[in-house]
């Protein structure tokens, strides 16, 4: 399965894996929302993600640190999500 997003009260839902192989139209969707709309909130539901790799991880702080440098908020959250704070929290720290 690939990745869907979908967009629903505001909320971007990320459905299936966000892997290597996801990443590019994941990081090109997400970026022109965080440069190039009047968004200030960018919420993401992990919920229905079946699979991420490092990659994928990397892709979430990569978008982190452009809504930061962007002057906007970022959120992820979801099932799984303790795994992904701890994570970025240790990212943070380094």
């Not at 992990?46 to 452009?66: M, P, V, W, Y």
């Not at 099932?79 to 990212?91: H, P, R, V």
């Amino acid at each position: 399965m690939s990745l869907q997003i979908s967009k629903n009260n505001g909320v971007f839902h990320l459905i299936g894996k966000l892997n290597a192989s996801t990443i590019s139209p994941f990081n090109t969707h997400f970026e022109h929302i965080i440069e190039k709309s009047d968004i200030t909130i960018v919420s993401v539901n992990i919920d229905s993600l079946n699979q991420i790799d490092t990659d994928g991880f990397d892709a979430l702080k990569t978008l982190k640190a452009i809504a930061l440098r962007n002057q906007k908020r970022f959120y992820i959250y979801g099932d799984g999500f303790s795994e992904l704070y701890n994570a970025f929290k240790q990212t943070d720290v380094a």
